[in-house]
């Protein structure tokens, strides 16, 4: 790497981490979910909505377990989610197939509804931020953010920040 390479990479890290600190307040302020919530369910919770998602991204059968370990979170609170969201009418308890002495969760039709308005919303909502750029620059945002992402998902799967190997990564760097 030559000295020039090495101050732009440079520049460039401390711009990234920069923009990343301004995009961490509006996600910390959760602005998408909360509008999202805020017009199409009311009677929700953001922590809902992320628990509905989640369902997406579990394979095989959903039980309130694996709900809370997506999330991230205390089995108890995933249980509470998962219950709090079956009043509501959005997800049902089944029995599993697989081994009937499991409970397995289900979203209903009421709930796969409201994730389609969700979704669609999101997308509208995520087009007028990006109004305005042409189809190369949607198609590199888009591989660039999945790839930095993913390395994130890959670095710290189940840990905090204040974890021992986040420790590490910053004492090795």
Not at 131 to 147: I, P, Q, R, T, Y
């Amino acid at each position: 790497m030559t000295e020039e390479h090495f101050f732009q990479a440079a520049a460039d890290i401390a711009h990234i981490s920069e923009v990343m600190g301004r995009m961490r307040l509006l996600i910390g302020r959760r602005v998408i979910s909360r509008t999202l919530v805020d017009n199409l369910a009311p009677s929700l919770e953001i922590s809902h909505l992320d628990a509905l998602r989640a369902m997406n991204r579990i394979d095989g059968e959903v039980t309130v377990g694996a709900i809370a370990d997506v999330m991230r979170l205390d089995p108890s609170r995933g249980s509470r989610l998962v219950a709090e969201l079956v009043t509501q009418g959005l997800l049902r308890r089944d029995a599993s197939q697989a081994d009937g002495r499991r409970s397995i969760v289900v979203r209903t039709e009421l709930g796969d509804q409201l994730m389609a308005q969700v979704d669609a919303t999101k997308r509208r909502l995520l087009a007028s931020m990006l109004d305005g750029w042409s189809e190369e620059e949607l198609n590199v945002f888009a591989g660039l953010f999945d790839k930095f992402v993913s390395k994130f998902e890959e670095t710290y799967p189940n840990e905090k920040a204040g974890s021992p190997s986040a420790a590490r990564i910053l004492t090795s760097a």
